[in-house]
């Protein structure tokens, strides 16, 4: 070998070992970039957790220490009244279950039939793509909108009136997005080798949407109505511009009843400029919790045991 070979091989070979170096140096920077941006991103989340907890804890200290000692069977059983002694919110209460209740009842085999209907009967069908795509757009209109339509169409045009019933109707609909979504997402992820084993035994297509799909996706679509139910618990725009009635000392004895909320007769204490009344209003919130913790709580439980039980 000469020594120009030499010399260039020597070349090459150090050539090599600066371009191996280099590509070291920037495994090594990309690493160290991905180990920080993993830790940034860690510490990111953790300090948006920790500022949303304290919020939250923040606001749920306030409102039990201004209004726990407001707290007292008279707040449960009584009407609504100007005197602050004798003041409950009985007409509210008994007014959001009844129309939160019936809300659920309209809600939920409407949303769930919508549901599999789109994604096992209507998947390639241009009108219920439109639907699909209706549907997730409703998600997003305010809901005063459905008060509206619902006052101007059922208490105007059909006359109901300001009623249980046309307050339950808005509701539904304000919920119902979200109850079929989540059903057509849920049924999506049914795998298809359990309905190719159902139509292998000789099933018809509503055999395998009664017997297969929908058994499944149950425990999903309760985990929406703990949802729809929460949402529908709060609204408080849509009743006020159906309800209209803030003040009521009657139990709402049918769904074709005057009522009013929990929301609203919150918002009339907060209104007032007393500090007892306030309070009142702190009460009234601790209250609506506790009715939502609950009904959620057996939501809950329903969920889990239909769940056991298909997994059985």
Same mark, same amino acid.
């Given at each position: 070998?000469?020594?120009?070979?030499?010399?260039?091989?020597?070349?090459?070979?150090?050539?090599?070992?600066?371009?191996?170096?280099?590509?070291?140096?920037?495994?090594?920077?990309?690493?160290?970039?991905?180990?920080?941006?993993?830790?940034?991103?860690?510490?990111?989340?953790?300090?948006?957790?920790?500022?949303?907890?304290?919020?939250?804890?923040?606001?749920?200290?306030?409102?039990?220490?201004?209004?726990?000692?407001?707290?007292?069977?008279?707040?449960?059983?009584?009407?609504?009244?100007?005197?602050?002694?004798?003041?409950?919110?009985?007409?509210?209460?008994?007014?959001?279950?009844?129309?939160?209740?019936?809300?659920?009842?309209?809600?939920?085999?409407?949303?769930?039939?919508?549901?599999?209907?789109?994604?096992?009967?209507?998947?390639?069908?241009?009108?219920?793509?439109?639907?699909?795509?209706?549907?997730?757009? &409703?998600?997003?209109?305010? =809901?005063? @909108?459905? *008060?509206?339509? /619902? #006052?101007? !169409? +059922?208490?105007?045009? &059909?006359?109901?009136?300001? =009623?249980? @019933?046309? *307050?339950?109707? /808005? #509701?539904? !609909? +304000?919920?119902?997005? &979200?109850?079929?979504?989540?059903?057509?997402?849920?049924?999506?992820?049914?795998?298809?080798?359990?309905?190719?084993?159902?139509?292998?035994?000789?099933?018809?297509?509503?055999?395998?949407?009664?017997?297969?799909?929908?058994?499944?996706?149950?425990?999903?679509?309760?985990?929406?109505?703990?949802?729809?139910?929460?949402?529908?618990?709060?609204?408080?725009?849509?009743?006020?511009?159906?309800?209209?009635?803030?003040?009521?000392?009657?139990?709402?004895?049918?769904?074709?009843?005057?009522?009013?909320?929990?929301?609203?007769?919150?918002?009339?204490?907060?209104?007032?400029?007393?500090?007892?009344?306030?309070?009142?209003?702190?009460?009234?919130?601790?209250?609506?919790?506790?009715?939502?913790?609950?009904?959620?709580?057996?939501?809950?439980?329903?969920?889990?045991?239909?769940?056991?039980?298909?997994?059985?």
């Amino acid at each position: 070998m000469s020594t120009k070979d030499k010399d260039s091989n020597s070349s090459r070979g150090g050539v090599q070992v600066i371009e191996g170096s280099v590509e070291k140096d920037k495994i090594r920077r990309k690493s160290r970039y991905a180990i920080i941006s993993e830790y940034g991103l860690q510490i990111y989340l953790l300090i948006a957790v920790c500022i949303s907890v304290m919020v939250l804890t923040v606001l749920l200290v306030n409102v039990v220490l201004n209004g726990v000692e407001r707290l007292s069977p008279n707040l449960l059983f009584n009407y609504a009244s100007s005197n602050i002694d004798e003041a409950g919110m009985r007409a509210a209460i008994l007014g959001s279950l009844y129309t939160v209740s019936l809300a659920i009842a309209i809600a939920l085999p409407l949303g769930i039939a919508t549901g599999l209907y789109l994604n096992e009967y209507g998947r390639d069908n241009v009108v219920s793509k439109v639907v699909y795509t209706t549907l997730t757009n &409703l998600a997003g209109v305010p =809901s005063v @909108i459905f *008060g509206l339509v /619902a #006052l101007s !169409f +059922l208490s105007y045009t &059909l006359g109901l009136g300001r =009623s249980i @019933i046309v *307050g339950s109707i /808005a #509701l539904a !609909f +304000l919920v119902l997005p &979200l109850i079929t979504v989540t059903t057509i997402e849920s049924a999506r992820m049914v795998p298809s080798t359990h309905r190719l084993a159902a139509y292998a035994l000789g099933a018809r297509k509503y055999q395998v949407v009664f017997k297969v799909v929908l058994p499944q996706i149950i425990p999903t679509a309760l985990t929406s109505s703990i949802l729809a139910l929460s949402r529908a618990m709060g609204e408080a725009a849509p009743i006020l511009v159906i309800s209209g009635l803030i003040f009521v000392r009657r139990d709402p004895l049918s769904i074709f009843d005057e009522f009013t909320v929990m929301p609203l007769q919150i918002y009339n204490w907060v209104s007032r400029p007393q500090q007892a009344f306030i309070e009142l209003s702190a009460a009234g919130i601790i209250v609506l919790l506790l009715i939502l913790l609950t009904l959620n709580v057996i939501a809950i439980y329903l969920r889990n045991r239909l769940q056991r039980r298909i997994v059985e």
